[in-house]
């Protein structure tokens, strides 16, 4: 190979990979038409070149990503406008506000979250507790999951949405809200610890507060706040825009996430239920009678099957693997 | 809600699920239309987004019963040139020679890649010797220029030059007997730049 025609051949690669300028395609140009032979060389390599960019963009080019990428492109004119709701709730300066909103549909799910590169986190057999980017710990109950953006501390606000069960300790951060998105309902914070059920009894969205302060409202009636104390449940009913709040709500709303009970002069069926709520395992009276059985006992994250083995032992019971779960066996008590 | 009517709605045009099933079946092939004149990945990805994104602004007004397909590479055809052009890398006889000046040809044989081929570009570039590959990688995949290989690898842009010069010798020698053989097309100039953006 001569020099020259290295020369060349560095040109036509320097063109086909980007690299070449002006000159140097002003320079390959003049020299294509000097002979059919510099042509030929020319096509050899351009066939090659051909060939691979296409397989670079077959290989390289993930269809689902690029779809992803165009609708985040087209929604972004969508976000301007809960930028404009947003500016509006803080210039009216209620801080710690918790908004919640249900909803039967999934409308939502796209327009708020089809936005952004999202990741999620299934939990798919056990209770899993992650923490955010933002430094917010959260813990998801067996079923549940959460989506985030890839992206959470860069965007004004720290949108997050769940389906299922959570418990929710937000990183403090007056300056970008931690928005809970479940379906219709919207839970906002600033840095708070509470709890989220967006499959609670009868349909209801539950949310409960253990410390901080947090406000909830419909999305339609985003005036009508209701402020929420330690301690206090909050419930939303589908297709009604009213929330009601109370003090009394299912003591161990926690045990899947704490595996804490702590039972005095309990009546087994109702120990039964938690328990298997809290480990997450359906398990059976075979004779529902036998539920008036009371008893006094406490568990503070042991394994399941040691508080099986205490249970057996305390009331005289047989306890049976059953499929996924148990079955216990016992007599009535009188 | 503002929000929710955006879906509820049907667009009195192009309807999403024609749209998105277009994108799907398209995309990539409009990529690889795109980065034969481009010469680079991303800019070509970029280029037939923004297109997509350009027909689904103007929903209202498309025809689903129009060909779309033609309009939209017309539009990435256009663009590509754009790009050439404001790039200052727009030469119509290097593109002649090169087959690129009539896009019906091109879009012909765009799509159509036999499995043999496929599979010879991996095994070519695998049997590279490594630091050619690196150096050929980097510049395919990775997309840098030959000065910022040279700077990441710690060599001269003579060396990347010079294993770039290697490479495509040996995936000339590899590749040669599966490529197809194409008739340069001279077409004469063609009005192209009617949709112009």
């Known amino acids: ?334 | 809600m503002a929000l929710t009517e955006i879906r509820t709605i049907q667009p009195k045009g192009l309807r999403k699920d024609s749209f998105e099933e277009l994108f799907r079946k398209e995309f990539k092939n409009l990529c690889v239309f795109s980065i034969k004149y481009v010469k680079d990945m991303e800019t070509a990805r970029s280029i037939v987004q923004d297109c997509f994104i350009y027909i689904w602004e103007k929903r209202e007004t498309m025809d689903e019963e129009k060909n779309l397909k033609s309009y939209i590479t017309t539009m990435v055809y256009n663009r590509s040139l754009n790009y050439l052009r404001d790039q200052k890398k727009f030469d119509r006889n290097v593109l002649e020679f090169e087959g690129l000046m009539d896009e019906k040809s091109q879009m012909a044989d765009s799509g159509i890649m036999t499995r043999e081929l496929k599979g010879e570009i991996q095994n070519a570039i695998a049997d590279l010797p490594e630091k050619c590959r690196e150096v050929f990688l980097l510049s395919r995949e990775e997309n840098m220029k030959y000065k910022e290989i040279a700077d990441h690898l710690g060599i001269s842009i003579k060396t990347v030059e010079n294993q770039m010069g290697k490479a495509l010798k040996h995936l000339r020698e590899r590749l040669g007997p599966y490529l197809p053989i194409l008739l340069l097309s001279m077409f004469p100039y063609k009005e192209l730049f009617f949709l112009l953006n």
């Open chain 1, 1 to 334: 190979m001569t020099e020259e025609s290295t020369y060349y051949e560095n040109l036509i690669n320097r063109y086909f990979s980007g690299e070449a300028g002006e000159n140097e395609i002003a320079e390959l140009s003049s020299w294509l038409r000097k002979s059919e032979e510099n042509c030929d060389v020319f096509t050899q390599f351009r066939k090659v070149w051909h060939a691979m960019s296409q397989d670079l963009i077959m290989e390289n080019i993930d269809i689902d990503e690029e779809w992803l990428a165009l609708q985040a492109k087209l929604s972004s004119g969508k976000k301007i406008e809960m930028g404009r709701r947003r500016t509006l709730r803080i210039v009216t300066r209620i801080a710690a506000a918790v908004l919640l909103i249900l909803t039967i549909g999934f409308l939502l799910r796209n327009i708020i979250f089809g936005a952004d590169k999202t990741i999620e986190i299934l939990a798919q057999n056990e209770v899993i507790e992650t923490i955010l980017p933002d430094g917010s710990t959260i813990t998801l109950n067996a079923g549940s999951s959460l989506e985030y953006p890839k992206d959470i501390n860069e965007n004004d606000q720290r949108t997050v949405r769940l389906t299922g069960e959570a418990h929710f300790e937000v990183a403090h951060n007056p300056e970008k809200p931690f928005i809970v998105s479940a379906g219709d309902m919207r839970v906002e914070v600033l840095g708070t610890s509470f709890y989220v059920n967006t499959n609670g009894p009868d349909g209801k969205a539950q949310v409960i507060l253990i410390n901080g302060s947090v406000a909830l409202y419909h999305k339609d009636t985003p005036d009508k706040r209701t402020i929420l104390k330690p301690g206090e449940q909050a419930e939303a009913t589908p297709d009604k825009k009213e929330i009601s709040v109370g003090n009394t709500f299912e003591e161990y709303f926690m045990v899947w996430k704490t595996r804490s009970m702590s039972f005095e002069n309990e009546r087994l069926d109702r120990v039964v239920n938690i328990v298997s709520k809290a480990y997450n395992i359906p398990i059976k009276l075979s004779n529902p009678a036998c539920g008036n059985c009371k008893l006094s006992v406490s568990f503070e994250d042991q394994t399941l099957e040691s508080v099986l083995t205490v249970l057996e032992s305390t009331l005289d019971l047989e306890i049976k693997k059953d499929g996924r779960g148990y079955i216990v066996n016992g007599e009535p008590c009188e």
